[in-house]
């Protein structure tokens, strides 16, 4: 199941080479950062958020062209893993986020489809993506 969020790029990290524990062909991995912070309508008060997204080997430069401070959607999905500690023998578990696509926003033009109620929005490269305008949850991305 993927997911998508909506922020500005906060940090882009560089393409590092990686060898897996097993011993396993080495391969690349890079990371950025996307400042997703909300607030809260009725207050103001800042709901911080500031996910770690992980690329790997042949999407690490899906993110090149992108610069910091710019506004992005992020698609990704969760990977979780366990593993058996060699040395305690206890089972651990760890997650990934993985994004494997980024498409910027340009906040000034979006245009309303309104028969479908759906919301169109250009990307830079000019080409459209939906979003659905009249979901269910009010407040997106509401940390609890």
């Known amino acids: 199941m993927a997911?998508?969020?909506?922020?500005?790029?906060?940090?882009?990290?560089?393409?590092?080479?990686?060898?897996p524990s097993n011993g396993g062909q080495p391969f690349y991995g890079r990371e950025f950062i996307l400042d997703a912070t909300r607030f809260n309508p009725e207050t103001g008060e800042p709901w911080e958020n500031h996910p770690k997204f992980e690329l790997s080997s042949r999407n690490v430069n899906i993110v090149d062209g992108f610069q910091i401070g710019q506004k992005v959607t992020v698609d990704f999905v969760l990977r979780g893993s366990k593993y058996s500690d060699k040395q305690t023998g206890e089972t651990k578990y760890f997650t990934t986020v993985s994004a494997f696509r980024i498409t910027a926003v340009e906040e000034q033009q979006q245009m309303s489809h309104s028969s479908q109620g759906m919301s169109v929005q250009k990307s830079h490269e000019g080409r459209a993506f939906q979003s659905h305008a009249n979901r269910q949850i009010s407040n997106e991305d509401l940390p609890f």
């Open 3 to 19: 997911f998508q969020i909506t922020g500005k790029i906060e940090l882009i990290g560089d393409i590092v080479s990686k060898t």
